[in-house]
Structures are given as C-alpha cells and as structure tokens.
C-alpha cells in the first residue's frame, strides 16, 4: 500500500515553484505517484487531512484524485478515522462507503473511542455495499501505549478492542475467510502485532509504521497468514519524498520513488512469500 500524504513543505521543489495553490500542486505530484504505484501495488491510502488543509480546493483535488485511482485499477482507502455515534455514524458512513457515495473509497479507517454504538453503522453499512473499515487497534505513533496498553480488569485496552473487532469480523466474513472488518496495526510494536494475528484471524490487517516510523519487513512478518495474505502494508513518506534519501541523491524524484518502492516489495517478499 501506497499513502498519499501529500505536504507542500516536502514536495520537489518543481511542484511548488510550477504551481500557485498546495491542492494544485498536490493534484499534479499524487497523479504521478498513483501512474508509478498502479504497476506495483494493489491499494492507495489517502491521508485526508493534509487535502483539508487546503480547503475547498484540496478536497476537490482528494475527490479526482480517488476517480483516478479507481481508474487505475487500485483500491482507495480513506485514512480520515471517523467516528460518533447514531445517525452522525450512519452519515459518515454512508458518505464514504454507502451505495450511493460520492466518493471513490473502498474503505475507511475508523476509531473505536466512542464504543460499539459509533462502530456498529460503519460496519452496517460496509457489509451492505461491499466495502470496508479498518478500526484502529494498536496504532504505530510512539505515544499510543499510554493509552492503548492501559490495562482494564487485567487486559490492555487494544486487546478490548481487538475482541470487537473479532465478533464483527467473524459475523461478516466471506468466502475468502476474510471480512470487510479490518484492523489497524502498527510495524512499530511487532509483538502486539503477532498477538493480535492470532487474534484476529478473520481481519485484514493495515499495517503503518514501516519505513520512516522504524518499521521493517521483519516485524512486519507476524502480520501475514500462513498463505502470504491477509495484511496490507503502509509505505507513505518513504515512497513520496524517497528524493530526499542519500541512497537517491541525485536522481529525479520519480525514479527514488520507484526504486524505493521496489525495495520495500522485495523487502516484504523476502518475508511473506505468496504461497
């Protein structure tokens, strides 16, 4: 997986001195990257906030920017981690991953805080239109463990989460085995990560944290089912800005893209060979 996380300070300096607005720039730099990704990946993450940021525009460039994906043959996932609860649930949820949805995402990322009741409309509405969430576990940020390895009755708050996430993805699994309940979780902490694919048999795991977080292919290797599947891997800052690394120093920016993702699949091959 490929994330579009596109930021104005970081991107090659020909794209900010080629274009007047961030969304502008923004929509020119990810059709560049999503044209070099669809030969390799099967997924797109679009992190929403920075297309927020640049208001109306920004979401303008979000929205073509997914049609384009789309036609490309790639999934999208919306990295925008909605929640609430009642008919503001069933909204956002139908907003993105309804039938009728406006936007081209295949699947959403959501937060668990607000309990079972600001979970169970994303998971409704998935199920109905063949779409996905990916609820947030055990994330990869250095600051999660305070929160989500506070323990309750004796067990920390991810594996509390985690058995949601099983009933529900045991209820809605398909024929694959796998159901339209995914999890987040992070390279960052590769033994919550194996505990949490035994736990979670039925869930695809997303997986950010590799590359610029400190994440390797090694503990990402837990993630994956005894076939090679059943997780999907983040790479963002490490594809998009791959230029800046001494290894691509002098390379056009594309190129260090490219051959920085080329290495992260022979990275993850080496450690999760499709069987």
Not at 118 to 129: E, R
Request: aromatic content about 10%; glycine content about 10%.
């Amino acid at each position: 997986m490929v994330g579009i996380d596109p930021s104005w300070a970081d991107l090659p300096p020909e794209f900010r001195s080629s274009h007047d607005s961030a969304a502008a720039a923004y929509e020119a730099f990810g059709q560049s990257i999503i044209q070099m990704a669809a030969e390799r990946v099967a997924v797109v993450k679009f992190q929403m906030a920075f297309f927020e940021a640049a208001g109306v525009e920004g979401l303008q460039t979000l929205y073509w920017l997914a049609e384009f994906a789309r036609q490309q043959g790639l999934l999208v996932v919306f990295d925008g981690k909605r929640s609430d609860i009642g008919n503001t649930a069933t909204a956002y949820a139908g907003a993105y991953l309804g039938t009728e949805r406006q936007w081209a995402c295949d699947a959403l990322t959501v937060n668990p805080y607000l309990g079972e009741e600001g979970l169970t409309p994303f998971v409704d509405v998935a199920q109905h239109s063949g779409t996905g969430i990916f609820v947030l576990v055990r994330t990869s940020n250095p600051g999660a463990g305070r929160l989500q390895d506070a323990l309750i009755e004796g067990r920390p708050v991810y594996r509390i989460v985690a058995d949601w996430v099983r009933k529900a993805a045991n209820e809605t699994k398909g024929t694959s085995n796998y159901s339209s309940v995914g999890a987040v979780v992070g390279a960052t902490t590769p033994q919550q990560l194996s505990e949490l694919r035994r736990q979670l048999p039925n869930s695809v795991l997303l997986i950010p944290g590799y590359g610029a977080q400190g994440g390797s292919a090694a503990d990402c290797a837990a993630a994956f089912d005894e076939q090679g599947l059943g997780a999907v891997v983040n790479n963002s800052r490490g594809i998009m800005y791959a230029w800046k690394k001494p290894e691509y120093a002098g390379k056009h920016w594309l190129d260090a893209s490219r051959l920085s993702l080329d290495a992260m699949i022979e990275d993850l091959r080496a450690v999760a060979p499709l069987k």
